[in-house]
């Protein structure tokens, strides 16, 4: 924010046999007159416009990021800029070992850069402590990892409840939420199956699922897509657009797919660190 330019007058009045009768008259004859006249101004000056930009709900700024290579440093980020507003999903593309994978741990808060900035919803994380960033994750931020990683004991609605209870959430409310998001995956007959029960989308589902069980405003998802076929691969990436736009998530979806990314919001491209608009070309979207 910016200081303002009175404690500056402030400061300038010396010579004065009363500062603060200085700081209030400085070019005026009649302080009364000075003051008068300035309300006069305010309020005959016309309002500033509302402003009409929403603000991005997650936002990296000039980040750069470097890893330790022999007797110098990798650069892994190469100050690399993103905002990803509410509601909508920016997909990244790129080869393997073009940073895609450092852009999400800097985005999850789970690696600190070297420099620049990193906003979660509207929470700078430089200064956090491991405990604050831990607890913005499990609060602001869902990841969605490219393998579910589900545990093989629990069921479906299970998976999701276990993240709740991180937060103490009464279990009838949490029961309540693991359904509602397990049908709004397409799961909702399915709450009682174990991995094991499920397919490779289904899993995958319950992955999603299960990031957005504490209603996170940022959402960051892995190649989501990886280990499944075209067919499911398109259906889970149709499901992400929709449940960001139904949440108003903030979604950055790392992807190696791009035959699927039609209804991204924006397309970017890592390549050496660095990340610009991709040279995409896209494909129809796909009718339900």
Known sequence: MTTPANSASSENSENSENSVNSVNSVNSVNSSHSTNSADAAATSAPSAPA????????LLDDITLTYPDGDGRLTALDRISLDVPAGTVTAVVGPSGSGKSSLLAVAATLVTPDSGRVVVAGTPTQGLSRAEKAALRRERIGIVF???????????????????????????????????????????????????????????????????????????????????????????????????????????????????????????????????????????????
């Open 146 to 288: 490219q393998q579910p990683n589900l545990l093989p004991s629990l069921t479906s609605a299970e998976q999701l409840q276990v993240m709740a209870h991180l937060d103490g959430r009464k279990p009838r409310q949490v029961r309540a939420r693991a359904r509602e998001l397990l049908a709004a995956v397409g799961l909702a007959d399915k709450a009682d199956r174990r991995p094991h029960q499920l397919s490779g989308g289904q899993r995958q589902r319950v992955n999603i699922a299960r990031a957005l069980m504490n209603e996170p405003a940022v959402l960051l998802v892995d190649e989501p897509t990886s280990a499944l076929d075209h067919e499911r691969g398109a259906a889970v990436l149709d499901l992400l657009v929709g449940l960001t736009r139904e949440r108003a998530t903030a979604t950055v979806l790392v992807t190696h797919d791009r035959a699927h990314l039609a209804a991204a919001d924006q397309i970017m491209e890592m390549a050496d660190g660095r990340l610009g608009p991709a040279a995409v070309t896209r494909a129809p979207a796909r009718t339900p």
């Open 51 to 58: 402003a009409t930009t929403t603000p991005p709900s997650l």
